[in-house]
C-alpha cells in the first residue's frame, strides 16, 4: 500500500482532472544525488529542486501490484555534450561507470490549481544498469532492490557447515579436524554427493 498525506488522499479521490509529472531521484554509489523531472518546469518538492532542463527523460510503463514482486523499469535519457553529470558529460560518465550500483527513484508528483506540489506517491526504485549508450540516448534498466527474491533455492541440498567463521572480514579456522564436516563449493545445477 502507497502512503500519502490526508490532504493529498483527499484531492485524488475528489479531483476529476489533475496535473501531475514524474519525479526522477539518481543516487550514485558515491552517494551524490540528482533531481530531475519530465515537467516543463523546475519542481521544489521535499526539499529539493528537480531540474526540467537538464536531460530528457522517458519511461516505459510501470504496473502497480499488492504483492512483492520483481519487476524492471526502462528509462531513456536524451542528452547532449553540455548536460553533465558532475564534471562529466552524462554519456561519458556512463561509460565510465557512474551508473554502477546506482539507485534510480522515480515518484509521481501531484499540483493543486495554484500550481504548488501537494505531494508525491512513490511508484518504482531500483538499481540501474546501462542497456545501451550512444549517439544521444541512453537507456537504463532500472530493477527493484528485490530481484534476488526471483530465484528459486535449490532444495533437496545438503550444505555443510564447516569449522570455520567469518567475523569482521576475518577468517577463523578451527584447529580440531572434524570427520563429519566438509567445505565444498555448491556448483549450481551439478549434482554433488559428498
Known amino acids: 500500500m502507497k502512503s500519502v498525506t490526508e490532504e493529498l ?9 489533475m496535473v501531475s509529472c514524474d519525479l ?16 516543463d518546469h523546475d519542481v521544489t518538492y521535499g526539499g529539493h529542486t528537480y531540474l526540467h532542463n537538464a536531460i530528457m527523460l522517458k519511461r516505459e510503463q510501470t504496473k502497480l501490484n499488492n ?27 556512463a561509460h565510465d561507470g557512474a551508473f554502477d550500483r546506482a539507485t534510480l527513484a522515480m515518484s509521481r508528483c501531484f499540483f493543486d490549481l495554484d500550481g504548488n506540489a501537494m505531494g508525491a506517491v512513490g511508484l518504482f526504485s531500483g538499481l540501474t544498469e546501462v542497456k545501451s549508450c550512444g549517439g544521444l540516448a541512453m537507456k537504463l534498466a532500472v530493477k527493484s532492490k528485490v530481484q534476488g527474491m526471483s530465484q528459486e533455492f535449490p532444495r533437496r541440498r545438503f550444505y555443510p557447515q564447516g569449522t570455520y567463521a567469518n567475523s569482521g572480514g576475518t577468517v577463523s579456522s578451527s584447529k580440531e579436524e572434524d570427520s563429519a564436516s566438509v567445505v565444498a563449493p555448491f556448483v549450481p545445477l551439478k549434482e554433488v554427493l559428498l
Not at 24 to 39: E, N, R
Request: no cysteine; net charge negative; hydrophobic share 40%.
Open 67 to 93: 504483492v512483492v514482486s520483481v519487476d524492471s523499469m526502462t528509462v531513456s535519457i536524451y542528452a547532449t555534450i553540455e548536460d553533465k553529470l558532475g564534471d562529466k558529460p552524462i554519456l561519458l560518465a
Open 24 to 39: 526522477y531521484d539518481l543516487t550514485l554509489f558515491s552517494g551524490t544525488a540528482y533531481y530531475f523531472t519530465d515537467a
Open 9 to 17: 488522499a483527499k484531492y485524488l479521490n475528489t479531483q476529476k482532472e
